[in-house]
């Protein structure tokens, strides 16, 4: 149900690969904040027992992910390092509606867009890759993001009707195409 509506031109990819280094520290960041996110999120609605078993699922796949890279990252020589602002992420997030169910719903959806954006750009950087260890580590990255992708979309379907699920999705998938168009490529993932 999520499909994006603003292709990552393959500059982007270009821009990551001059910086691969910097790429790494900034997708460490993004793992660690999509475990917490998650967590966050079974501990915010621990009413719902199928949102806090797949959040904890989530939250323990993003902090694999997040050990995985931080493995790659010491291959390298890099450290981690202090978190920077993701101003993608932040200006998403405004969306989020007031009130309960409103609330709910348009963190689901915001959840499952990051992630759709997050699965086409890691399949970017898997593209431009040459063949080895780092492109395969990108392509499993990017079929697992996809996958969340899904899970956020189909949790709010156990909870809210197909076609206000539908309505919400356009509204923040327009508002995404003309956030993800106006960000600058950078070697970061959004």
């Known amino acids: 149900m999520i499909k994006l509506r603003y292709t990552t031109p393959n500059a982007w990819a270009e821009t990551v690969l001059t910086d691969m280094d910097a790429f790494l520290l900034d997708h460490a960041g993004a793992e660690k904040k999509a475990s917490g996110m998650a967590m966050s999120m079974a501990l915010h609605y621990a009413d719902k027992p199928d949102i806090v078993e797949a959040m904890i699922d989530l939250s323990i796949e ?8 931080v493995k790659l990252m010491t291959a390298r020589g890099l450290c981690l390092q202090k ?6 992420v932040n200006k998403l997030r405004q969306q989020l509606r007031n009130g309960r169910d409103h609330y709910f719903l348009d963190r689901l959806l915001v959840g499952g867009i990051i992630e759709a954006r997050g699965a086409e750009r890691f399949g970017l950087v898997a593209d431009a890759l040459p063949p080895g260890s780092l492109k395969d580590f990108y392509r499993d990255i990017t079929r697992s993001e996809d996958r969340h992708r899904d899970l956020f979309v189909n949790l709010a379907a156990n909870y ?3 076609d206000e699920i ?3 999705v356009d509204q923040l998938l327009d508002f995404e195409a003309d956030l ?3 960000l600058p490529h950078r070697p970061a993932l959004h």
């Open 180 to 182: 993800a168009r106006s």
């Open 62 to 69: 993003e902090l694999d992910h997040f050990r995985e890279v």
């Open 160 to 162: 809210f009707d197909q």
């Open 83 to 88: 978190d920077a602002r993701d101003a993608y």
């Open 166 to 168: 539908a309505q919400r």
